[in-house]
């Protein structure tokens, strides 16, 4: 029986390379480079399926230029920003994507972003780091404490969720805007706002948990900003375009935000270099779901939306 033919276009885990090679006609980009838009179209002619990453862009453009062979694109991620949905599927290409498995380690780094900015750790790791650390005082580098904060979350999907429930660890009065309310068993306690107007005026602490699109984009500009808490701290560990940086850097110079932790930026790789000039923004490359646990759980769950596809059932994930 011949193998579907599948193109991995970044170097996964090596349990996820394992089982594809295993159970398909694998060709892996071993130099772990995001696939250009040319190597993308040439590979539907090639390929009967591909897992992407974030890093691979399904453009109306690119896809306009696919050839028929390519039936699917299973996504190594769960944000689909990168896809443009609407040209795939009327090409005929099947996408999903790997929701649930990335969660936890994404809210755990969403946790580690919120602490890092509230306690100074770039200005303190610096200090010492450069040996400039010799003295101290009651008054030196005072953070703002999270534990029985009032936290604001955007975005109350499976890892907004998940952030809420670690919260609740440290006593924080937990409030959250989404499309619509939730269950009050998948709330954990927290409390419904129906504008992201009426929840930036609690929220000493807001976390980023929203997908990047077109009505999200630059969700927090200079006019959110203000509605926000004298001293609050923002998190961002979902989509860098949900932010104006320039916004963003206007109210932290201000003193009106008092930090924030980043784990993405609208320029990526890279990010923005005028943050470096900032000690009170903590920032990590993109790093949300980086756990061996997480990479291989993404890279299984791909594989289980292709399997799904060429035993001919429809993708778990299908979106």
């Known amino acids: 029986m011949i193998k579907p033919r599948i193109w991995i276009t970044r170097r996964l885990s090596d349990a996820t390379l394992e089982r594809a090679q295993r159970d398909y006609d694998v060709v892996i980009n071993y130099e772990d480079t995001p696939g250009a838009a040319d190597q993308i179209i040439a590979a539907s002619a ?103 904060a009032r936290l604001g979350i955007i975005g109350m999907g499976r890892v907004g969720r998940a952030f809420a429930a670690k919260a609740r660890g440290f006593d924080m009065e937990v409030h959250y805007y989404n499309r619509s309310a939730l269950p009050e068993d998948q709330a954990y306690g927290s409390t419904y706002h129906d504008s992201v107007e009426s929840l930036l005026g609690v929220a000493d602490f807001l976390s980023l948990h929203c997908p990047a699109t077109a009505e999200t984009t630059n969700l927090m500009n200079a006019e959110r900003f203000a509605l926000l808490p004298q001293g609050a701290v923002i998190v961002n560990s979902a989509r860098g375009a949900l932010i104006d940086e320039t916004a963003l850097m206007a109210t932290l110079s201000a003193g009106h935000v008092a930090a924030a932790g980043l784990d993405c930026f609208q320029n990526e790789p890279g990010g923005n270099p005028a943050f470096s000039g900032y000690d009170n923004i903590f920032m990590l490359p993109h790093i949300g779901s980086a756990t061996k646990q997480t990479r291989d759980a993404m890279g299984f769950r791909a594989l289980d939306n292709l399997d799904a596809f060429f035993a001919g059932q429809t993708p778990y994930d299908t979106l």
Not at 111 to 139: E, Q
């Open 46 to 148: 090639e390929f009967d399926g591909i897992i992407p990453c974030h890093s691979e862009h399904f453009t109306a453009e690119v896809v306009a230029q696919f050839s028929d062979r390519l039936k699917i694109v299973a996504n190594h991620s769960v944000g689909i920003d990168h896809c443009d949905l609407q040209a795939l599927k009327a090409r005929g290409i099947f996408v999903t994507n790997t929701p649930d498995v990335l969660s936890d380690a994404t809210a755990e780094l969403a946790m580690l972003l919120m602490l890092g900015a509230a306690r100074h750790a770039v200005a303190g790791d610096r200090i010492v780091r450069s040996g400039a650390w010799d003295s101290w005082s009651p008054a030196f580098m005072v953070g703002k404490q999270v534990t029985g």
